[in-house]
C-alpha cells in the first residue's frame, strides 16, 4: 500500500498565542490539512525530552504552562502517520530573578553605625538566567521618602537627609517576574548637638566675682533632636587646676 497519509512539515502549522517573553500560561493552535479517513493528533515533551502529554486527538488549542516541545502529526485509520511536526516554546519564565543588592559606596562612618556625612548607595541588580534581567529599582523609606525609581544596575544616589532611611531594591527580568526584596537601612547625623551647660552649684561667692570657698559646678548635656541622639557630656580643667576631657553624667557635678 502507498502512504497516503500527509507530511506533517507541509500540512501541519503550529502557532503559540505568544513568542514574546511571559510569566503566564499561553496557548498552541494546530492547523491541520488533512484528507479523508485521516486526523490530527499532538503531544507534549518536556525540556529533558521525556513526555507530559501522550499522543492525543486535537480539538482545540492547546493550555501551556511551562516551556515544552510540541509535536504534532496527521494519522489515519489504519494507523498509518506522517512526518512529525515540532515547535519549541521557549519564552515562559515564572522563576523570579535572584535579589538585587544596595551598598554604601561611600560616606563618613561615625559611632554606633551613624554617619557623619553624606551617604552614597549603590544598587546592583540580581540575574536571571531564563528571560534576563530587565531592570533594577530602589524605594525610600523613613527620613528621606521616595516611590520606586529604575535605576542602572552599579548605579549611585546620595542620601542627604539626617536620621534613618531604609533603601528596598527589587530585581525584574524581561517576563515580568520580580524579586523578593532587599533592604538597606543607614543612619545619618551630620549635625553637631546643642552645647553643655556648665553653672556654679555651691559656693560662698566673695568681691569681683572670686570665692572664698570650694566651688560646686554643675554640667548639663545639650539636645541632639532628630540625629542620633546625645552619647554622653564631658569636662576638662585648665589653668589653677588641669584636667583632661572627662565623662560626667548629666546633671552631675565635682
Do not use: H
Not at 554606633?112 to 523609606?141: E, F
Amino acid at each position: 500500500n502507498t502512504l497516503k497519509v500527509p507530511d506533517g512539515n507541509t500540512n501541519i502549522t503550529i502557532t503559540p498565542s505568544s513568542t514574546a517573553w511571559t510569566n503566564k500560561n499561553i496557548t498552541a493552535t494546530i492547523k491541520y490539512t488533512l484528507i479523508t479517513d485521516t486526523k490530527g493528533q499532538y503531544r507534549i515533551l518536556n525540556e529533558d525530552g521525556t513526555q507530559r502529554v501522550a499522543w492525543t486527538d486535537y480539538s482545540n488549542a492547546i493550555a501551556i504552562d511551562s516551556n515544552c516541545t510540541i509535536e504534532a502529526r496527521i494519522i489515519d485509520n489504519t494507523n498509518q502517520t506522517g512526518a512529525t511536526k515540532s515547535y519549541k516554546v521557549t519564552n515562559i519564565d515564572k522563576v523570579a530573578p535572584t535579589q538585587a543588592s544596595a551598598t554604601v559606596s561611600s560616606g563618613t562612618l561615625g559611632s554606633n553605625s551613624w554617619y557623619k556625612s553624606n551617604i552614597t548607595i549603590r544598587v546592583t541588580a540580581g540575574t536571571d538566567n531564563l528571560s534576563g534581567v530587565n531592570r533594577v529599582t530602589y524605594s525610600l523609606s523613613g527620613a528621606t521618602a521616595k516611590g520606586e525609581t529604575t535605576i542602572t544596575s552599579g548605579g549611585t544616589f546620595t542620601i542627604t537627609a539626617e536620621g534613618t532611611t531604609t533603601i528596598t531594591v527589587y530585581t525584574y527580568d524581561n517576563a515580568g517576574n520580580k524579586s523578593s526584596a532587599k533592604t538597606l537601612t543607614v543612619k545619618k547625623d551630620a549635625a553637631a548637638p546643642t552645647q553643655a551647660g556648665v553653672s556654679i552649684s555651691s559656693g560662698t561667692p566673695g568681691e569681683n566675682g572670686w570665692y572664698k570657698s570650694n566651688i560646686g559646678i554643675r554640667v548639663t548635656q545639650g539636645t541632639d533632636s532628630g540625629g542620633s541622639g546625645v552619647n554622653r557630656v564631658v569636662y576638662a580643667l585648665s589653668g589653677a587646676m588641669s584636667k583632661g576631657e572627662t565623662t560626667i553624667s548629666n546633671g552631675g557635678t565635682f
